[in-house]
């Protein structure tokens, strides 16, 4: 009972741990038992005021696919996104494309990231219920007026006082990044909470590890709008 448990457990905490990396961290396949996503993150342009995804489904079941929407960090903007449809049955082997329609009037004045998820559901089984499979993958709003940043970390502004490590993204852009901050020589490191900076967003980490003496750089693994990791990079400390 023991060795069941703690497996069932085990499996509990891994389909947590790939959700969560599918949205916030490096991408990792998006391949789950009942269906396949397109790509990693969701890209809507405001120019095109639409885009669509595709979802496919290599199982040998049908699935019922509820797709949706969700702001990060409270910000009130998912509401300006129609998903259509909503709701929708994928039979096997078969795909279905969802569409993402940016509400007439909606403007934007620099990029947004909010979560995208998809949750599919399949019939009951002779053995009884199935639990529902669901992936949450990242959503960017790009604006008309923004162009897109090839290395959009350089707008991270960092300061060091004591212990503490204030991290900022002065730029109009998302910045994905690796959540470890490496303090140079010095290997002191900070945590961010989540590995992403929305613009104007700043962050205030408490420092591990040796702290004092003199810094020069910040070490960091910056991410690709699609959320892969790319080669680590020294970005400097303000005065």
Known sequence: MNALLSKRRGNLLAWKWLAAAALLGPAVPLQASTFALQSNTVILEEREGRTAFNISNP???PILLLSSVDDLDGQPMAGNILVTPAVTRIDPGQSQIVNFTLKKGTVLDREYMLRASF????????????MPIRQQIGFILQPRAVAVAARPWQDLRFSIDGDQLTVRNSGPHVIRIGPELRLQPSAALGVLPHPYLMPGETRVLTLAGEVGGSY???????????????????LPLQP
């Open 59 to 61: 199982g040998s079941e």
């Open 216 to 234: 020069g750089h910040v070490e960091i693994v910056p991410l690709s709008r699609y959320g892969f990791a790319k080669d680590k990079e020294q």
């Open 119 to 130: 949750e599919g559901v399949t019939q009951k089984s002779e053995r009884g219920m199935r």
